[in-house]
């Protein structure tokens, strides 16, 4: 939000006037492809030309629960009595998650309260070691 104070700071925060701050969308049921907000702006609005914002610096709305696991797989084979040889596997996100991002926290943005991000998808990793 801009700053309307003449105070020397680039930004001012809104005022809250609802404690419904999360929109009455489940988290199972969040889309943001469909459109859907994360936050609700009918709870949130601007404040007048002098006064400063109540909204607090980190508000009671939590982002999306992140589900992650990690695997890992690995084979020793021994090559004579000398030598070993070993293959990795490892994954983070294995069963391809969506992990959303948080949303667009600037309330004189067009798209507050939406997630239009994602973090990460899945990685994989190959590795082959030998040891003597």
């Known amino acids: 939000m801009n700053n309307n104070l003449p105070l020397g700071n ?3 925060r809104p005022h809250v006037v609802s404690s419904e701050l999360r929109t009455s969308i489940s988290a199972g049921d969040f889309d943001p492809g ?3 907000l994360w936050l609700n702006p009918a709870a949130f609005a601007t404040p007048g ?9 980190y508000t009671n709305a939590r982002i999306p629960t992140r589900l992650s696991e990690s695997m890992g797989l690995l084979k020793d084979t021994r090559i004579g009595e000398r030598f070993n040889l070993q293959f990795r596997f490892e994954t983070s996100n294995p069963f391809k998650r969506v992990v959303f991002g948080g949303p667009t926290s600037n309330f004189s943005s067009g ?16 590795g082959l070691k030998l040891y003597y």
Do not use: K, V, Y
């Open 10 to 12: 680039n930004s001012q």
């Open 34 to 36: 469909r459109g859907d």
């Open 49 to 57: 030309p002098f006064p400063f914002g109540n909204a607090p610096r």
């Open 111 to 126: 798209a507050f309260g939406r997630i239009g991000s994602d973090c990460g998808g899945r990685q994989i990793t190959l």
